[in-house]
């Protein structure tokens, strides 16, 4: 069966801080990876989602960037974290080819000070 | 860049009450899918629909796919107090590789025992 890795659950960074949060799937192979952003209270936002090796779509600017080194490993990073990129981000996948749901992992709550 | 109106924003109910949501757009998905989450946890699948006009049902839910393909509507028939959570709707579009998976901003449900 696939399982989706995300870590680490909790982090508290200081402002211009860098940033690096990790995502693996296992179980499946070329995978749609993505990263989603949850402020408080509110929806998730998608980031970036990537459909292969490199290959990586930003949907909103702003101070991250997210990089797939491996099939099956997705990383959000930041070199100087904002106060406003605090939040609850979730890395999701979906399987490649067919209409299907999109799997989260259980995300990490970003606390920038 | 593509948006899911969800309303309502949040709902309070009485223990037995059926509750209703929905979600609109102005962009064409070839899939809808409901999530619930649970607070510090990632979204967990509810219902998931392929066609345009599908209805479907999972216990006391009950989803359907409009048939102009850019709405969605979930029920809940009987709400119990772990009925509790934040409801999120999702459409899911064809892009270059792959799909892209969008969400509405939740609607927070509390039930009242």
């Known amino acids: 069966s696939q399982t989706i890795h995300q870590w680490p659950a909790t982090l508290v960074q200081p402002v211009g801080s860098p940033l690096s949060l990790e995502c693996t799937v296992e179980?499946?192979?070329?995978?749609?990876l993505y990263w989603y952003r949850q402020a408080a209270g509110r929806g998730l936002q998608l980031l970036f989602y990537s459909v292969g090796i490199g290959q990586i779509s930003s949907e909103v600017p702003q101070n991250l960037s997210a990089s797939r080194p491996q099939d099956r490993q997705f990383i959000l990073s930041s070199k100087k974290l904002l106060l406003s990129d605090s939040g609850f981000y979730l890395c999701?996948?979906?399987?490649?080819?067919?209409?299907?749901?999109?799997?989260f992992g259980q995300g990490t709550r970003l606390t920038v000070v | 860049g593509q948006q899911l109106n969800q309303s309502p924003q949040s709902m309070f109910i009485q223990e037995g009450e059926d509750v209703s949501m929905n979600c609109t757009s102005s962009?064409?998905?070839?899939?809808w899918l409901w999530y619930k989450q649970d607070p510090g946890e990632g979204p967990v699948l509810l219902i998931a629909?392929?066609?345009?006009?599908e209805l479907t049902s999972n216990g006391r839910l009950t989803a359907q796919f409009g048939i102009t393909r850019k709405d969605s509507f979930l029920n809940i028939s009987a709400s119990i107090p772990s009925d509790v959570g934040i409801y999120f709707c999702a459409g899911q579009s064809r892009e270059a590789g792959g799909f892209k998976t969008i969400f509405g901003a939740g609607t927070r449900l509390f039930v009242k025992a």
């Open positions: 629909l392929y066609k345009a006009g």
């Open positions: 999701a996948w979906t399987r490649v080819g067919a209409d299907t749901e999109a799997f």
């Open positions: 962009s064409i998905f070839n899939t």
């Open positions: 179980g499946t192979s070329n995978p749609n």
